[in-house]
């Protein structure tokens, strides 16, 4: 019985140790999608630029280009979005929500800058657009990319912390299951030490008194 309660010990430790580590799943999620922003942020960077370069040579690949640099900024919005969610519903630190807002901020100041160079691509006006992409998207698109990889990196420390929480949990729950297991067997073995004593004790007895009863015969 001691040997199946410490096991159903040993089992609810486990148990825990499971959800601890299912605590981390945020945290993968939230550097997953972060990194995905931060790809997206530079494919805009290059797409926009592709159709600058390729609009005074071959105009069908600039449209090519533009739409998949318009294609990327609304995947970018719908990853932030989702990354809002994220940091809603888990644990999030000052530092990061931080980070977000910013990122949020410099979004905004970067897409419009964006938005006006490929409006002038499509306009035929190349060397305007050139110039809004080096001299007004430039400084934000840099000042946005080096936030989000702020973020990457806090996130990854806070995922390597996390990590470290739950195999050292996972360290006390084994520790404490053994611990458990081992109590259990030495009362296991101390309860059958006094049954078979006290048995032994019944038996003395009784031949006893079979002993004595016989002399009296």
Same mark, same amino acid.
Request: hydrophobic share 50%.
């Given at each position: 019985?001691?040997?199946? #309660? ?9 148990s825990v140790n499971q959800q601890m580590r299912a605590i981390t799943g945020p945290g993968a999620a939230?550097?997953?999608? #972060? ?121 990854n420390q806070l995922n390597a912390a996390s990590a470290e929480q739950a195999e ?50």
């Open positions: 019985l001691m040997v199946g #309660v410490a096991a159903g010990g040993l089992w609810s430790l486990h939230k550097a997953k999608r #972060v990194n995905t922003m931060l790809e997206t942020v530079g494919a805009l960077g290059i797409q926009s630029r592709s159709a600058a370069m390729l609009n005074e040579i071959d105009g069908q690949q600039a449209q090519a280009q533009i739409a998949a640099a318009r294609k990327s900024l609304q995947d970018y919005q719908q990853h932030q979005a989702a990354l809002a969610k994220l940091f809603a519903s888990a644990d999030t630190t000052p530092e990061q929500q931080q980070l977000l807002s910013d990122i949020e901020a410099l979004a905004q100041k970067a897409r419009p800058e964006m938005e006006t160079a490929l409006k002038a691509i499509e306009d035929g006006d190349t060397v305007s657009a050139t110039l809004t992409l080096m001299t007004r998207a430039a400084p934000a698109e840099s000042a946005w990319r080096a936030k989000l990889a702020e973020l990457i990196e806090r996130q050292r949990l996972q360290g006390q729950a084994r520790g404490l299951g053994a611990g458990l297991v081992a109590v259990a067997a030495l009362l296991g073995w101390w309860i059958a030490r006094r049954i078979t004593a006290s048995t032994r004790c019944r038996l003395a007895a009784r031949s006893w008194w079979q002993s004595a009863l016989r002399a009296a015969i």
